[in-house]
């Protein structure tokens, strides 16, 4: 069984199908690749997965769990985490308050054990927790930085640094490097495969910039119109002529 099981995926807007009876699978352990077209419906399946949506129909299954029978928070809890396409920090608060705050999700700390002071306990072992994360990220000069002030690139490596204080196993990243020059995107891709060994995470990554896709992902899904027009290795579904016609007309960031 996969990870991460979608199933005959449908889901509309008003008269617009964004997404029509889409499948895939997503191995444990493996970075993912879901690309299309602009408007293929790829952040429609990360709303989806997230519980933002409710889809018409299909089904999708996390580790043998029904998605849909769940909650936004639940599907958090079960370690689904992920970033968004237009950053989804909070700007006024620091770097390290918003890793904070991507942990508070798990904070089960009752009233009756904050009376008590717990709650403190807790707190201090979140802080060096994300004290210790954003070292070994290479992130911890910036700790007592306020996000908004730091460059966009920059903002994008906190907030993947944020899904995982979430204690993800699955990271869903909705175009990590929009916006990346060619060095920053490339160090964006180290830094993803890196943290997909060293904490053993799944990733799902939808992007538009294939020296990325074709850089890190290792199974590669591509739509169209919401549909799925081809699968396989990024070799196979660059050289697939139904992906090329699909993108024709679409600038194309090649490596
Ligand atoms: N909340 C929404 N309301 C109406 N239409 C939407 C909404 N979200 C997405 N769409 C439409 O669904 C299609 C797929 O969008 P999206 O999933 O954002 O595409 P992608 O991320 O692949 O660029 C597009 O035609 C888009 O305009
Ligand atoms: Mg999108």
């Known amino acids: 069984m996969a990870m991460l099981e979608v199933e005959e995926l449908t889901m509309r807007f008003g008269g617009l199908k964004a997404l029509d009876g889409l499948s895939f699978a ?3 352990g493996r970075i993912v690749g879901l690309i299309g077209p602009n ?8 709303n989806l997965i997230s519980r933002f949506y409710q889809p018409v129909g299909g089904r999708i299954s996390f580790q043998g769990k029904d998605l849909l029978r769940l909650k936004p928070h ?3 809890q079960l370690g689904i985490a992920r970033t968004f396409q237009n950053l989804g920090l909070f700007p006024y608060m620091t770097v390290l308050d918003n890793l904070l705050v991507g942990r508070h999700i798990h904070f089960r700390t009752s009233s009756w054990a904050l009376a008590l002071g717990l709650g403190q306990r807790e707190e201090r072992a979140f802080r060096a927790e994300a004290e210790q994360l954003l070292e070994r990220l290479g992130l911890a000069p910036l700790k007592g930085a306020v996000v908004g002030f730091l460059p966009y690139g920059t903002q994008k490596f906190i907030e993947l640094a944020r899904a995982l204080m979430a204690r993800a196993k699955l990271l869903l990243l909705d175009e990590p490097v929009a916006g990346m020059n060619a060095a920053e995107t490339q160090m964006m891709g180290q830094f993803i495969k890196r943290v997909r060994d ?16 074709m850089g890190i992902c290792e199974r590669v899904v591509v739509l169209d119109f919401g549909r799925k027009i081809a699968e ?7 050289h697939n002529p139904a992906v090329i016609e699909a993108y024709l007309g679409e600038e194309v960031e090649v490596a």
């Open 232 to 238: 396989g290795t990024p070799e196979e579904v660059q």
């Open 198 to 213: 060293e904490y053993g995470l799944t990733v799902l990554l939808v992007e538009h910039d294939m020296s990325l896709v």
């Open 26 to 28: 997503v191995e444990e």
């Open 74 to 76: 639940q599907v958090l």
């Open 39 to 46: 408007g293929a419906g790829k952040t429609t399946v990360f």
